[in-house]
């Protein structure tokens, strides 16, 4: 893709474009963290322990595991787009967007009754997250390839991603 392509699609100038942007990479750059911005007010909410107080755990983490992989999907070309990058500033930017959402799962396993220790309910927060990222990037770079031959539906995945967490 061109910078004369993309003006065409946004109906702009290249001129204009060359005015706030340095070329394709600052375009993608600003569009990811667009997204990420994005991303952290979605995430926030759908972390948030506050958020539904009557659910059990498991029904907490289905409804995160849906959340995120909805939103996964919604955002898939860019974040993609970011991944191919293969730029270590936005590797280490998209693992510090989920920094705070482990910190975020481990207060929701706690206000949701989950028998566990401060540092177990951490440690399982890590894991549930973890999990969750490794499908969901899958997800985005693969999209409906499976890559073991067969694919799962996202009802299926978030059973899955629910029962390793609670198990």
């Known amino acids: 893709i061109t910078i004369n392509d993309i003006a065409a699609e946004s109906s702009t100038g290249a001129g204009s474009i060359y005015a706030r942007f340095d070329g394709k990479r600052s375009i993608l750059l600003a569009l990811h963290a ?25 029904q907490a983490i289905e409804r995160i595991a849906r959340g995120m992989l909805s939103w996964h999907k919604r955002h898939r070309y ?6 191919l990058l293969n730029d270590a500033d936005i590797y280490e930017g998209i693992s510090a967007s989920f920094r705070p959402w482990s910190k ?8 949701r009754g989950a028998e566990l220790s401060e540092a177990a309910a951490a440690t399982t927060a890590v894991a549930i997250i973890q999990i969750m990222i490794a499908v969901l ?7 409906s390839i499976a890559p073991i031959g067969n694919d799962l539906s996202d009802e299926q995945l ?4 629910k029962a390793a967490a609670l198990g």
């Not at 975020?104 to 206000?111: E, M, S, V």
């Open 34 to 58: 667009r997204t990420r911005d994005r991303a952290r007010k979605h995430f926030q909410k759908l972390f948030n322990p506050a958020d539904r107080a009557g659910e059990d755990v498991g």
């Open 78 to 83: 860019i974040i993609k787009t970011s991944l």
């Open 104 to 111: 975020q799962l481990a207060l929701l396993l706690k206000a």
């Open 137 to 143: 990037q899958q997800r985005v770079i693969f999209g």
């Open 158 to 161: 978030v059973k899955i991603i």
